[in-house]
């Protein structure tokens, strides 16, 4: 990629004769200079072009979006308005190549730093998200040419570490007006507060003016989505970067306006409701999270639970105190209670807890029953003895009646560390595991979205026979590079960033020149993904945290959790009391 070595841009103005026109215009040809200035790359320039010449004619409204192109210097001066045109001086603009020492060679961060800005998605002229992914070569883009709130998580984080916090506080506002939209799949609507998997932007044109469009936001709650499944996970990444955004930036006026509180009230309102389950889980069904195709994760999935957990204690903080929220916020602190109760005694697994489970009694009818779930030890699978280390453990993937998911997930057990749902001395010893299991969990590229693989007829059954989930691609053991930066922050968090360079030198040492693949396959990570998309914007968003927070560790505390003492008593109480405690005749009710 070059940057653009002209020295003027001329605008012929055409029908554009108002004032207003021109004020546009002035506008456009700054960005323009803005764009030349920083060296950016033609993609970026044309889609500078395109996105300007848009918002020009645009009647959308505005309301609380705010332009990342408002501080620009006044080296761009009006010269001429002879014969209805506008020319611009721009100043000469030295070309990348003699600014790295007359070789032209970006390092890996500039080039990631240009491909996520190339990826940004305008509504109304103003920037509101990333899309998934931004390969130029790909005509196929299924639905990657959508911001996806999960994917944009890295995204909006990277931004805001790097000080350019507009587009976040755009996502944040755009994502919670979608929220309150009509949804439905076959006549049925689901619960009020669930957040879009993905939204794309439209352009249509407006009746009765050929030269005006209007943008238009089109969201997806899972009607499009392959299975049809609605994303649980978003509105719990949703109000995680909220918290982050505000930390960041030290604006709380943003998460303290009535429609923000509003809508953090519906989505917890939502996933507190009543229902059937026993446990404090959130039960949800297949492919409600990152892995979102048939991969055996319905019930408990520990990566849904890491999620729930964390944005309860980061709604706690941000919930304004009011005699409405008492009630809800009651039930948000017995809820917190008991989840951490729930996945620290019954998810760890080490060598110590597989020694029990493997002793364990069945068919076990009593309230002090030590075999709470009916776990027969045949479960055991042949590859967990010896992947089990001696020093170290990790949470297990999901937990059913007579049913342990003994999957290393990475992601929920990343998360588990990050928001505290895991104890200090669980969270070293996950680290711990996979420092030991380098070989299996990391080896040639980070990080295995879960291990082992399903092989053979647990394959067939499990998945469907689902011919991308293949053994060791895709969520099926594949090896995912936007983990790196969830990595990074439980690094930091436990004071081991250590672990977390070896990954990110790993990373540098390919991404680049594979052109920043979704996913890779095989045991070891050693071939790009057979479907894997290149240009992958959490790939490439998830190096850029990674470098940024190893560059300054203290910015990971605006996505970290830290252990609540409350919590910690009360959890204390708990394992006091008996957990096998006798049956009362009144049950405190954990939900609203």
Same mark, same amino acid.
């Given at each position: 990629m070059t940057s653009i070595s002209s020295q003027a841009v001329v605008l012929q103005l055409g029908a554009f004769t108002s004032l207003n026109h021109q004020r546009s215009c002035f506008d456009y040809s700054k960005s323009l200079f803005s764009l030349n200035k920083k060296g950016s790359s033609c993609l970026a320039f044309t889609n500078e072009i395109k996105r300007l010449l848009r918002s020009t004619n645009c009647k959308c409204q505005r309301t609380d979006t705010t332009s990342s192109f408002g501080d620009l210097t006044a080296n761009a001066n009006l010269s001429d308005t002879t014969n209805g045109a506008l020319k611009f001086d721009l100043p000469h603009t030295i070309d990348s190549a003699a600014t790295n020492g007359g070789f032209g060679k970006k390092s890996i961060e500039e080039e990631a730093w240009d491909l996520l800005r190339d990826s940004m998605v305008y509504y109304c002229g103003t920037p509101v998200g990333t899309i998934a992914a931004n390969d130029p070569n790909d005509s196929s883009t299924l639905n990657y040419?959508?911001? $996806?709130? %999960?994917?944009?998580?890295? =995204?909006?984080?990277?931004?805001?570490?790097?000080?350019? /916090? !507009?587009?976040?506080?755009?996502?944040?506002?755009?994502?919670?007006?979608?929220?309150?939209?009509?949804?439905?799949?076959?006549?049925? &609507?689901?619960?009020?507060?669930?957040?879009p998997a993905s939204f794309k932007v439209r352009t249509i044109p407006l009746e009765g003016d050929e030269f005006a469009t209007e943008d238009v936001l089109d969201p997806d709650f899972g009607e499009a989505a392959i299975g049809r499944v609605a994303p649980v996970d978003s509105g719990l990444w949703w109000i995680i970067l909220?918290? @982050?955004?505000?930390?960041?930036?030290?604006?709380?006026?943003?998460?303290?306006?009535?429609?923000?509180?509003?809508?953090?009230?519906?989505?917890? %309102?939502?996933?507190?409701?009543?229902? $059937?389950?026993?446990?404090?889980?959130?039960?949800?069904?297949?492919? #409600?999270?990152?892995? !979102?195709?048939?991969?055996?994760? /319905?019930?408990?999935?520990?990566?849904?639970? @890491?999620?729930?957990?964390?944005?309860?204690?980061?709604?706690?903080?941000?919930? @304004?105190?009011? !005699?409405g929220s008492a009630d809800l916020i009651r039930a948000l602190n017995n809820r917190l209670v008991a989840l951490s109760f729930h996945i620290r005694e019954y998810y760890w697994v080490d060598m110590k807890k597989l020694n029990e489970i493997y002793r364990y009694k069945t068919e076990?009818? &009593?309230?002090?029953?030590?075999?709470? $779930?009916?776990?027969?030890?045949?479960?055991?699978?042949?590859?967990l003895v010896e992947f089990m280390p001696n020093q170290g453990g990790y949470l297990i993937g999901n937990l059913?009646?007579? /049913?342990?998911?003994?999957?290393?997930?990475?992601?929920?057990?990343?998360?588990?560390?990050? =928001?505290?749902?895991?104890?200090?001395?669980? #969270? /070293?010893?996950?680290?711990?595991?996979?420092? #030991?299991?380098w070989s299996d969990l990391v080896a040639d590229m980070p990080l295995k979205i879960c291990y082992p693989a399903l092989e053979a007829q647990e394959w067939r059954i499990i998945t469907g026979s689902d011919p991308k989930n293949t053994p060791w691609s895709y969520h099926n053991g594949g090896s995912w590079p936007t983990l790196l930066w969830q990595l990074t922050v439980a690094c930091l968090k436990m004071n081991r960033p250590e672990i977390a360079e070896k990954a990110v030198k790993l990373v540098?040492? %390919?991404?680049?020149?594979?052109?920043?693949?979704?996913?890779?396959?095989?045991? %070891?990570?050693?071939?790009?993904?057979?479907?894997?998309?290149?240009?992958?914007?959490? &790939?490439?968003?998830?190096?850029?945290? @990674?470098k940024q927070l190893l560059a300054n560790p203290d910015a990971a505390k605006i996505l970290v959790n830290e252990e609540d003492l409350e919590l910690v008593n009360a959890f204390s109480c708990l394992i006091e009391g008996n957990p096998r405690r006798k049956r009362g005749r009144k049950k405190q009710s954990f939900i609203v």
């Open positions: 040419d959508q911001v $996806f709130i %999960r994917d944009f998580i890295p =995204s909006g984080i990277a931004f805001l570490l790097k000080g350019e /916090h !507009d587009i976040v506080r755009n996502f944040l506002l755009h994502t919670l007006q979608l929220q309150s939209w009509e949804k439905t799949m076959d006549c049925h &609507s689901p619960g009020q507060g669930l957040m909220l918290r @982050a955004y505000g930390k960041c930036t030290g604006d709380l006026s943003l998460q303290e306006r009535v429609d923000m509180q509003t809508g953090i009230k519906m989505i917890l %309102r939502l996933c507190l409701a009543d229902g $059937f389950d026993m446990f404090p889980t959130l039960l949800v069904t297949d492919g #409600s999270c990152m892995i !979102d195709r048939r991969m055996g994760i /319905h019930g408990h999935p520990l990566e849904i639970q @890491a999620l729930f957990y964390s944005a309860l204690l980061s709604a706690r903080e941000m919930l @304004a105190p009011e !005699d076990e009818y &009593s309230y002090d029953a030590v075999n709470k $779930f009916n776990i027969y030890p045949d479960q055991i699978p042949p590859w059913q009646p007579a /049913h342990m998911d003994f999957r290393f997930f990475s992601l929920g057990n990343l998360w588990s560390i990050v =928001s505290s749902l895991a104890t200090q001395d669980q #969270s /070293h010893a996950i680290l711990d595991l996979i420092e #030991s299991k540098e040492k %390919r991404i680049s020149g594979d052109k920043w693949p979704e996913y890779y396959d095989t045991k %070891r990570g050693r071939l790009i993904g057979k479907q894997s998309r290149l240009f992958q914007t959490w &790939s490439i968003a998830g190096y850029l945290v @990674a």
